[in-house]
């Protein structure tokens, strides 16, 4: 069974509009994250939830919201696409509670804005 | 704030050693990681270190930790053409929380 599963896989879309990403994990952790990757494999955090409250939002655009149902679903949605959010973008999970923080990830999703 | 830095390329012929440097700032970082990323894929763990450790061999992998300098190296033995990808350092500091991933090293292994 893949511990942490993103879907889609690939996602094409135009500017200006509005898309999900879904993410969710099997491996009991309570803390779940989102970063992006850019055309230079730049891998910067944006988002991470623990226990359904967000505890580190990086700073990036409003257009983005993290959205948890519960602590094994982290799904991505954004607003008013732009061509520069066009990036993989990868979940990844962990278990908190020590520093030891390992993060699992995803495969990721290729979002190419149009 | 907590940067981690690492050399953007490394070319080695098959069966070479690889190894790859990491350089981070934060003193109080308590784990520090080497992820593997092949085309297409997510990242996955290589290998971790305890911040109080100086080495940890895992087969083919070395990690060497010297936290004075605060120098992290992966080295690869026997370097095969499947372990072409790119490797990301990263640190995770005291809180747990914060992750920070170096911009990755890509390994390229020519036969």
């Known amino acids: 069974d893949t511990a942490v599963s993103q879907t889609p896989k690939y996602l094409v879309t135009q500017m200006g509009n509005d898309k999900s990403i879904k993410c969710e994990q099997n491996l009991g952790h309570d803390t779940m994250y989102w970063y992006k990757q850019d055309s230079k494999k730049f891998l910067k955090i944006m988002f991470s939830?623990?226990?359904?409250?967000?505890?580190i939002n990086e700073t990036v655009p409003n257009r983005f919201s993290p959205k948890s149902p519960d602590k094994a679903h982290l799904n991505l949605h954004i607003n008013s696409l732009e061509l520069g959010d066009s990036a993989v973008y990868f979940c990844a999970s962990s278990q908190a509670g020590g520093a030891k923080n390992i993060q699992y990830f995803g495969a990721g999703t290729r979002l190419s804005v149009l | 704030g907590e940067d981690v830095e690492q050399s953007l390329f490394l070319s080695v012929r098959e069966g070479d050693s690889s190894v790859i440097n990491c350089t981070y700032t934060d003193s109080s970082s308590t784990y520090l990681y080497w992820y593997k990323q092949e085309p297409g894929a997510g990242l996955q763990l290589l290998t971790y270190?305890?911040?109080?450790?100086d080495m940890k061999q895992d087969q083919r992998l070395t990690v060497l930790l010297n936290k004075k300098d605060k120098h992290l190296s992966l080295r690869i033995a026997d370097t095969q053409t499947g372990d072409s990808a790119i490797y990301f350092c990263?640190?995770?500091?005291?809180?747990?929380?914060?992750?920070?991933f170096g911009p990755g090293t890509r390994l390229s292994v020519l036969p």
């Open positions: 270190i305890f911040s109080n450790m």
């Open positions: 990263a640190e995770s500091i005291s809180d747990g929380q914060n992750f920070v």
């Open positions: 939830y623990n226990n359904k409250e967000l505890i």
